[in-house]
């Protein structure tokens, strides 16, 4: 008997853009009002505003056409992939990327574990500053190189990567995507709880990058091999891996200084991708072939990126997701507060499948949660923890979240086994931020 395949991501996407078209008509559409909020620039929803609506059934036609349509509203990320994807093609080809790889092992083979700690560090800041995501799908080719000459299972580094950013930004005081809008829109200073969030934030990246090194590691031990120092990186090399890494730090400047967008980055990755295929004498069309290749290589993790917004547009059509979190807070009004903060949390995380968006999410549930939170005699920053945390978890396991869908497809990666490597750890942290919910109610009373 023929043993039946795990769907393909693209098939899983499109599975979900039929559900949300389903529940289009058997969910009731409804909507709450918005104003706009001052202080963030957005329109928030209005607490004891919902009311049901006329039934907006989506058409068959309407169903299919969103799938284009998402892909147009994710096109700048997709840019994006492309581009920076293609640079590090390029940059892969012209074999300064093996050099660095086997020069940075040489470096470490007697402290692997060190260099797999500094990764997860790294990767954990850039999602508490900047909410690195997306960009992590073009370093993927990057990633791989590092898994093979270090004899590491792909899925415990890209658990060291997206994983630890995903979950830096889901403990991050500082990130402007979750926690700093959230802080805004339940009209908390900044600053505050900023002891307290350090704590769980050095808490779960330390739990978190234990429990990935220790899984990725072979379950049968290998024959030592010696480690030679590999090929020699001369200034050609040197340079592009200079120009490389400094593209990234340059990136995240720009994010956090000048306010660039996904266009100002593609652009920069562009310029970087065609000047190191110069250095690394690929010559002008050799350059252009291999960046060409490069996005041949990138252009299915974009459309799983474009795939993952057509699922919110439908729903988005049916009217219906005022109606989810409407049925999901309402219910939390009746129960004593740890039960409630407790509920918040995994009302947020069911919430966060439909919303896959960090800021929409708080946009539209922290209006609505702070007066719960003021009901039942709880501070505020319980509404704010409790969607923190449990955006950055879904981040790591809900097939909505186009980025991380497109990082394992990319590394060949399917989803189950995404899953099931990863869902033990998951639980784990699960348990710390539940814990931290609970110490939060004393801590901030």
Known sequence: MKKLSFPHPMVILLAFVVLSWIASFLIPSGTYSRELDPKTGREVVLQGSYEQIEKENISLQEMVVSIPEGLILGSDILVLILLLGGAFFVVEKTGALQAGVESLIYKFRNQKQLLLIFLSLGFAFAGATIAMQEEIIAMVPVLVVLARNLKFDIKAIIGLTLGSSLLGSGFSPINPFNSLIGQQLAE?????????????????????????????????????????????????KGLILILSLGGIVLMGYGITQFDWGYNEMSALFFVIGVNCGLIGKLGINGTARTYAAGFSEMIFAGVIVGLARSVYLVLEKGQIIDTVIYGLFSPLEALPEQFAVVGLFVSQALIHIPVPSTSGQNVLTIPLAVPLMDLLGISRQLAVLATQYASGLMDILSPTNGGMMAVIAAAGVKYNDWIRFVIKSWLFVAAVCLLSLIIALIWFQ
């Not at 072979?218 to 120092?229: G, N, S």
């Open 188 to 236: 908390l200073e900044l600053s505050e709880g900023l002891l307290f969030r350090m704590v769980f934030f050095f808490l779960g990246f330390v739990l978190w990058t234990w429990l990935m090194i220790r899984s990725g590691r072979p379950k049968v031990q290998q024959q030592e091999l010696e480690i030679v120092p590999g090929q020699t990186i001369g200034w050609r």
